[in-house]
Each structure stands twice: as structure tokens, then as C-alpha cells.
């Protein structure tokens, strides 16, 4: 158990619609990150706050949205889905801004299926 | 620009030692390299980070030469429970210095 939560657990929705990712960190961790994972596909970086502020942009569309709420969980936005969204989509968290000493700690995924 | 390439897959067997090499010719300085295990539909989990010479866990060691520009993950002993993805990672900058995945090393172990 990383210690990090992710809610929830399967969601399955149709195209057009739009869902709420939740994450809550590990304890004292500041940074939060989203991941989308496809179907034999690598993970590509979403998205990154650090301390409620955005940090790090990577591949996110902009159908989608993230933000760290003060007590530092985090929920990503999805809408306007497509099928192609479906995958496993992953949060993680460390203790700091980045870097590459600064380890990363995976939840357990939100696996999502849009029909 | 820091960049890894490690081979796509692997086969091993029960009991051997499996060693996994990731080349990173353009690490910076400071850098550090990190090595995360997949199992399919989890997420990635830590498995060792190290600087340069060896650094040893209970679970693998991690093999850097002199120059960095390589790294190599040993895992002793490997049992059917070690089938998974393995991925080297080292910062990008060009993507603010995160640490960007790439395809990993499909470890299979057979019996």
C-alpha cells in the first residue's frame, strides 16, 4: 500500500459525458501527479500541482482539468468524453516539487470505460 | 536532452539472475537514476534510485558505471511474482524536469 487513494475504483460512462477523478496523497506529500495509461500503451504525464499550484504540464488535453484543493487532494476533470479515453488513469504524489530524487508514490488507478 | 532507451522485452527463468540495462547518454550532472515495477492494471512502485557505483536493496541492486551514461538493474533470483514492467527513469527537461516514462522492459519469467 503506497498510501495513496484513489476514488474511484471503476467508472463506466458513455461519450459526451463528463467525470471527476478524486486522489488524496500520501501524508506530508506535497505534489500530486495525473497519469493516463491506454491499453498497452506507457504512462504519459497529465499533469502536475505542487502545493495547489500547477507545476507541470505534460500531454493533457484540454477537454481535461485538474486541480489541488488546499487540504492537497487533487480531482481531475474529465468531459466531453470519447471512446478513446478509456484507460487506466493513475495519481501519484511525493513529497516535494520534482526532481529526480524526489520519488514518486502510485495510487491504485481509476480504470475508465466510455461506451 | 535526457533520454532512455532499454530493451522492449526480456525472458528468464525461475532462479536466474535477470539483468536489465538502460542507457542514458545525456544525463546531467546532478542527475540521479530511478527504476519503477509495473504488474499489469497497478501502478508503478519504487524499486531502487541510485547516483553512481551500487547501490543494493532488499529486492534488486543497481549497477552505474563511472561515466552514467548507463545503468544496470539486477534482480537475484527472480520468481514467476517478478513478471512485470521495468522502467529506468531520468529527468527530462524539456518537460520540467519530471520524470518521464517510457516503454520499459517487459520482464517475463517463465517456470
Known amino acids: 500500500d503506497s498510501g495513496v487513494t484513489q476514488t474511484p475504483k471503476h467508472l463506466i460512462t458513455a461519450t459526451g459525458q463528463r467525470v471527476t477523478l478524486r486522489c488524496s496523497p500520501r501524508?506530508?506529500?506535497?505534489?500530486v501527479y495525473w497519469y493516463q495509461q491506454s491499453l498497452d500503451q506507457g504512462l504519459q504525464f497529465l499533469i502536475q500541482?505542487?502545493?495547489?499550484?500547477?507545476?507541470a504540464k505534460g500531454n493533457i488535453l484540454e477537454r481535461f482539468s485538474a486541480q489541488q484543493f488546499p487540504d492537497l487532494h487533487s480531482e481531475l476533470n474529465l468531459s466531453s468524453l470519447e471512446l478513446g479515453d478509456s484507460a487506466l488513469y493513475f495519481c501519484?504524489?511525493?513529497?516535494?516539487?520534482?526532481?529526480?530524487?524526489?520519488?514518486?508514490?502510485f495510487g491504485p488507478g481509476t480504470r475508465l470505460t466510455v461506451l | 536532452l535526457a533520454k532512455t532507451t532499454q530493451p522492449i522485452s526480456m525472458d528468464s527463468y525461475e532462479g536466474q539472475e535477470v539483468n536489465i540495462t538502460c542507457s542514458h547518454n545525456?544525463?546531467?550532472?546532478?542527475?540521479?537514476i530511478t527504476w519503477y515495477q509495473q504488474f499489469p492494471s497497478q501502478g508503478p512502485r519504487f524499486i531502487i534510485q541510485?547516483?553512481?557505483t551500487k547501490v543494493t536493496n532488499e529486492v534488486a541492486s543497481l549497477f552505474i558505471p563511472a561515466d552514467r551514461k548507463s545503468s544496470t538493474l539486477s534482480l537475484p533470483r527472480v520468481s514467476l511474482s517478478d513478471t512485470a514492467v521495468y522502467y529506468c527513469?531520468?529527468?527530462?527537461?524539456?518537460?520540467?524536469?519530471?520524470?518521464?516514462f517510457g516503454q520499459g522492459t517487459e520482464l517475463s519469467v517463465k517456470p
Open positions: 501519484a504524489s511525493s513529497l516535494s516539487s520534482g526532481g529526480s530524487t524526489d520519488t514518486q508514490y
Open positions: 501524508s506530508g506529500d506535497l505534489s
Open positions: 500541482y505542487y502545493n495547489g499550484e500547477e507545476r
Open positions: 545525456n544525463i546531467a550532472t546532478n542527475d540521479y
Open positions: 541510485g547516483y553512481k
Open positions: 527513469l531520468v529527468p527530462i527537461y524539456n518537460q520540467g524536469g519530471k520524470l518521464i
